[in-house]
């Protein structure tokens, strides 16, 4: 059976996968999929699942936040900011779920702190301003 090398890539991690048969995933255009010798292409994947498929059967799921994905001379390079990849679809969803709970919480706290911060700076700008009035 043909194989390509899959590399996938974010911030933080790298994985080299070498016995890589299919890949299937969805762009702007809709789902598509690439199998071992496909002519040389690039896109940007959609923000959601994709899957891959390894030598012997075995499929695995990818969640991604949106990705870039480029095939060239039998390899395939996915590069995203941060990715997770199991063979069950449930352990994918677990896993998104207590991500996304996490991302979540620290959002409201960059909010709060945002929030602060705007408060603060109009109170120094009033406080700029009443100083001007009392100068002229």
């Known amino acids: 059976m043909n194989t390509f090398v ?6 933080t991690q790298y994985e080299r996968i070498e016995d890589a048969t299919s890949f299937v995933g969805v762009d702007a255009s809709g789902s598509f999929g690439i199998l071992a010798g496909h002519a040389r292409m690039m896109t940007c994947l959609a923000s ?3 899957r891959f ?3 012997g059967g075995m499929w695995r799921h990818l969640a991604h936040p949106g990705a ?8 395939l390079y996915l590069s995203t900011r941060r ?5 069950e ?4 969803s677990a896993a ?10 620290k959002l409201l706290g960059m909010r709060e702190s945002l929030k602060h911060l705007e408060d603060e700076m109009l109170k120094r700008m009033w406080g ?3 100083d001007m009035r009392g100068m002229l």
């Open 6 to 11: 899959l590399h996938l890539q974010s911030g």
């Open 48 to 50: 959601g699942l994709a």
């Open 53 to 55: 498929q390894k030598a």
């Open 68 to 75: 870039v994905l480029y095939f060239a001379e039998n390899q």
């Open 83 to 87: 990715y997770l990849h199991d063979a």
């Open 89 to 92: 679809y449930t352990h994918i």
């Open 96 to 105: 998104l779920r207590s991500e996304l709970l996490a991302e979540e919480e």
């Open 128 to 130: 700029m301003q009443r």
